[in-house]
């Protein structure tokens, strides 16, 4: 079973620059994560989708982040236009739909550092 | 809001020994969810082991065991017989039992595991 996909693995934008992530879940896969982890820092989560819908988007800073999950599948996740403060790791997770206990899978992450 | 807290930001251990690894936590819920999470420096979050709040009995995997103390709300890992590829970022987690939350994760700081040959 393929696992989470995302890419780039790296990039290095300047600030007031815009930068897209993508993220590819695992097949069948309902729901849909995306964290922020700032360096020494645990994840945080900034949104959540099921299927095509968001279910919590409350820790997205809205005026710069953006997110989107057409047809319930792949996710793509853009900062515009992007601050210092952005820098850090964005780790995308899925899980299936069902039973609560369901564990969380997770990709490799992009590091995003901003200059 | 739940809050996760890990005191330790580093821990070491020597090759084949044992080594405890702590976490405790804030809620008001009565059921949920804890895991411990495992991230090397490919950066990709391995579950480690999960417990249910509502299960008496400690979760055990292979060298890895919890102490789950429900009232002073703790969730402590328990590493024996160490490895060196144990070495890595360990990160303790709470999961909200609203069906809602789906799989939504609230994460600690982390500890970072050093293992000594």
């Known amino acids: 079973e393929a696992g989470v996909a995302q890419s780039p693995r790296y990039k290095i934008i300047e600030k007031r620059q815009s930068v897209a992530f993508w993220c590819n879940p695992i097949?069948?896969?309902?729901?849909l994560y995306w964290y922020q982890q700032i360096l020494g820092q645990g994840p945080k989560l900034l949104i959540q989708?099921?299927?095509?819908?968001?279910?919590?988007d409350s820790q997205l800073p809205k005026d710069r982040f953006s997110a989107e999950r057409l047809k319930g599948v792949d996710s793509t996740l853009k900062i515009q236009p992007a601050k210092l403060e952005d820098s850090a790791v964005y780790l995308c997770?899925?899980?299936?739909?069902?039973?609560?206990?369901?564990?969380?899978?997770f990709g490799q992450g992009t590091r995003l550092t901003v200059v | 809001a739940q809050t996760v807290t890990q005191s330790q930001p580093e821990m070491s251990v020597q090759e084949a020994e044992t080594v405890t690894l702590s976490c405790t936590y804030d809620?008001?819920?009565?059921?949920?969810?804890l895991f411990w999470y495992k991230q090397p420096p490919s950066r990709q979050m391995i579950l480690v082991i999960r417990?249910?709040?509502?299960?008496?009995q400690n979760a055990t995997e292979n060298r890895f065991s919890v102490n789950f103390q429900k009232a002073a709300k703790s969730f402590s890992l328990k590493i024996s017989d160490s490895q060196l590829g144990d070495a890595a970022m360990y990160f303790c987690?709470?999961?909200?039992?609203?069906?809602?939350?789906?799989?939504?994760?609230?994460f600690g700081g982390g500890t970072r595991l050093m293992v000594k040959p």
């Open positions: 997770a899925s899980s299936a739909r069902g039973q609560l206990n369901t564990e969380a899978f």
């Open positions: 097949s069948g896969h309902a729901t």
């Open positions: 989708f099921q299927n095509n819908g968001v279910v919590d």
């Open positions: 809620t008001s819920e009565s059921d949920y969810y």
């Open positions: 417990q249910e709040a509502y299960k008496q």
């Open positions: 987690a709470y999961r909200s039992p609203i069906h809602n939350a789906g799989n939504m994760l609230t």
